[in-house]
């Protein structure tokens, strides 16, 4: 019996007992097949393998037809409650499948697009929107992966329940927004003058494998957050963004001098810089402030100092840095906390 690989079943299982009872059961049926656990042992080498398998086989399921998928809510409204015969169409597929699984395990990261976030981006840009005087900005996202972050515009939300902004027809965003006393002053949605995305890893979603491995991220049982990413895809499709692939602070230098002094910028990014070293973090500070002595810039920045998140003015090169906002990324809940005092 591979013990290491067991274990890492059995901690798995449990990680996921809650969001997933389909991957828990899943799971804890492969802890106990030594056979089947002796396969997969040479595929496994470190400890994200199992997130990204239990991926990559769904990816595969998306594409190939197969039993299995009555298990998936995915595929079917009332999906089959797992048994043993589960077991044993996973097991085939695998096998039947394994050549594919294995390249997409070795080839994608287990980083999802939750298109949800972009909720929090609303009333920060309103805060912008009222600091500045100016209504249009040109937009850049650090670490924008996909691009959908940045068609927050073309969204529909609704805070607390009762002021909707956008068009929430197509797409309908509800969040819960607290200790926030303008809700009726949140500004319309106002399209960007220009959207520049920046990423290390671009997904790009125009082609199915990249568009079905973000749609697999999510667990079979996350139905919100897969028709929220697909609803989103269908309009990235239709206002498509120009995303820049390499070292983040590189291109984003390059992208700021390029960019009309006479127009004011937003750079954006949400959880992206949370494991950047404290040199790399003061390196982007640095490069912001270059560019914030020709240009009027906006920097709202997240996981730079912690969890909260912050907005960094620049008029002729000086800083006013003000704390706008605490976002719990997984119950899109906002504690807006602007004109609280600082602690870094």
Known sequence: MPEKLKKQFQAYKEIVKSDSPLYHFIADKISE?????TQLKSYAVDASFIPLFFTAVLKSLYIYEDDLRDYYLNFID????????????FKAFTNRYMTNISQDIRRYDLKKNIVERSSVLIPIFTQVIKASGHEHFNMIELGTRAGLLLNYDWYGYTFNKSVVIGDTEQMNIKVRINQYDSLDKIEPLVHPNQ?????RNKMDITTEDDHLWLLSLYYPEENKRRKYYNKARKLFLEHPVDIYEGEEIQLLDEQLSVLPEDEPIIIFHIHVTKHWSDERKQQLLAVIQKHAQSKEIYHVHHQIFNSDIYLDSFFDGNVKREKLAHFDLNKLQIEWLFNQPIKL
Not at 33 to 37: R, S
Not at 78 to 89: I, N, S
Not at 195 to 199: A, L, Q, V
């Open 78 to 89: 009332k999906p089959k409650a797992p048994d043993d015969r589960l077991l044993h169409h």
């Open 195 to 199: 959207k520049i995305g920046i990423t």
């Open 33 to 37: 097949d030594e056979k089947y656990l």
